[in-house]
């Protein structure tokens, strides 16, 4: 079944982009609706799996894990049981953020975030043991320009 999202539905889901604390009273004033109607599209946006969940957003450098690596997979192998190993292998890996199989020359990328150099040495150690792969290629990121998680609506 689509969900057709209507301009109210918009502005709640900005809002709430911003900042999933807010009350109740408070968003149904932003966005013109009183509590319980607001609080019926929220709902109804949470039962429908457009709100997928609600999540603190961390200071990584103030938990010391400053190093953002996007790591760039080749493999020689596109069967089904060497994706379900390496999947299974790198998804599990607690220091991936995110992790996408991609087209073109690159097969998989994957967002790293880790304290230090050494911190990355073990986890490629890790990787490379998860299953065969062809080339991996690490990037380090220099400065983060832009960072946001809200989906432009």
């Not at 999202?5 to 807010?22: G, K, N, V």
């Not at 997979?73 to 220091?95: C, I, M, Y």
């Not at 994957?110 to 230090?116: A, E, F, P, R, T």
Request: charged fraction near 25%; charge should be neutral; hydrophobic fraction near 50%.
């Amino acid at each position: 079944m689509e969900f057709v999202l209507d301009a109210i539905d918009r502005r709640i889901l900005r809002e709430l982009q911003a900042d999933a604390t807010i009350p109740i009273a408070e968003l149904a004033e932003r966005v013109g609706l009183s509590q319980t109607p607001c609080w019926k599209r929220v709902k109804r946006l949470t039962d429908t799996g457009i709100i997928e969940r609600r999540v603190a957003l961390l200071a990584r450098e103030r938990l010391d894990l400053g190093l953002v690596v996007f790591v760039a997979v080749r493999t020689s192998r596109h069967d089904q049981d060497w994706l379900n190993a390496f999947a299974k292998g790198a998804a599990g890996f607690p220091e991936v953020m995110e992790f996408y199989r991609m087209s073109g020359e690159i097969d998989y990328l994957l967002k790293v975030i880790v304290k230090d150099i050494a911190a990355y040495d073990a986890f490629y150690k890790r990787l490379i043991a998860a299953a065969p792969l062809q080339d991996v290629s690490s990037s380090f990121a220099m400065e983060q320009i832009k960072f946001t998680t809200a989906l432009p609506l």
